[in-house]
């Protein structure tokens, strides 16, 4: 491109002087797809995702749901995932021992 520099200069003056939230709408008007780029957090408290029941929260743990919603079928959160160090030594016990051990 020719004039990139100068194009890069002016989108950015422009782009400054709005938010990504105001930006993203004005975008979609005129056909231009977009939309502005969350953080995990924003993600997760977004009306969307709250919507589509997209985060599980059971007994202090946070998860992403399954996006396939069957409605006879539900997913569901059945068991927590162990904590950190939980079967440690239960997995280490069931090992063959190593040579010399």
């Known amino acids: 491109m020719r004039h990139r520099a ?22 979609l008007k005129q056909g231009v797809p977009a939309a502005p780029v969350l953080n995990v957090e924003q993600l997760l408290e977004h009306p969307h995702t709250r919507h589509r029941a997209m985060v599980l929260e ?18 569901t959160l059945r068991r927590l995932p162990p904590s950190f160090d939980q079967d440690t030594a ?3 016990a069931s090992l063959p021992a190593g040579p010399g051990g």
Not at 58 to 75: E, M, N
């Open 58 to 75: 059971q007994d202090g743990y946070r998860a992403i749901a399954s996006p396939i919603k069957l409605s006879r079928t539900p997913a």
């Open 90 to 92: 239960e997995v280490a």
């Open 6 to 27: 100068e194009l890069h200069t002016a989108l950015a003056e422009l782009l400054s002087t709005q938010t990504a939230a105001e930006l993203a709408p004005a975008l």
